[in-house]
């Protein structure tokens, strides 16, 4: 059974920076796909980022394109999520994913709270 703990949410200002991380628990880490979603108060779940099973390739949603980076360390069984040039609209719970392939994910974190002051 797999297991996801994001850490890294946190209080900042317009233009601030964050890095969400996400562990992943078990001996096949690198057999994943990764992906990064977010909920805002009152909104649906959307897309962030993902990348693909050795790191390789990586998609982003069109509104944190330029901004946000995803990456991972199988030795670590970690995901990050670079976050630079943060706005009050990025302000959401932050989800880690896992899934055997692109759009299918899985398994799920218990989320971690981004909050973008004006």
């Given at each position: 059974?797999?297991?996801?703990?994001?850490?890294?949410?946190?209080?900042?200002?317009?233009?601030?920076?964050?890095?969400?991380?996400?562990?992943?628990?078990?001996?096949?880490?690198?057999?994943?796909?990764?992906?990064?979603?977010?909920?805002?108060?009152?909104?649906?779940?959307?897309?962030?980022?993902?990348?693909?099973?050795?790191?390789?390739?990586?998609?982003?949603?069109?509104?944190?394109?330029?901004?946000?980076t995803i990456s991972?360390?199988?030795?670590?069984?970690?995901?990050?999520?670079?976050?630079?040039?943060?706005?009050?609209?990025?302000?959401?719970?932050?989800?880690?994913?896992?899934?055997?392939?692109?759009?299918?994910?899985?398994?799920?974190?218990?989320?971690?709270?981004?909050?973008?002051?004006?």
């Amino acid at each position: 059974q797999v297991q996801l703990v994001e850490s890294g949410g946190a209080l900042v200002q317009t233009g601030g920076s964050l890095r969400l991380s996400c562990v992943v628990s078990g001996r096949t880490f690198s057999s994943y796909v990764m992906g990064w979603f977010r909920q805002a108060p009152g909104k649906e779940r959307e897309f962030v980022a993902g990348i693909s099973r050795s790191g390789g390739v990586t998609h982003y949603a069109d509104s944190v394109k330029g901004r946000f980076t995803i990456s991972r360390d199988n030795a670590k069984n970690t995901v990050y999520l670079q976050m630079n040039s943060l706005r009050p609209e990025d302000t959401a719970d932050y989800y880690c994913s896992a899934g055997p392939q692109r759009w299918e994910y899985t398994h799920w974190g218990q989320g971690t709270q981004v909050t973008v002051s004006s």
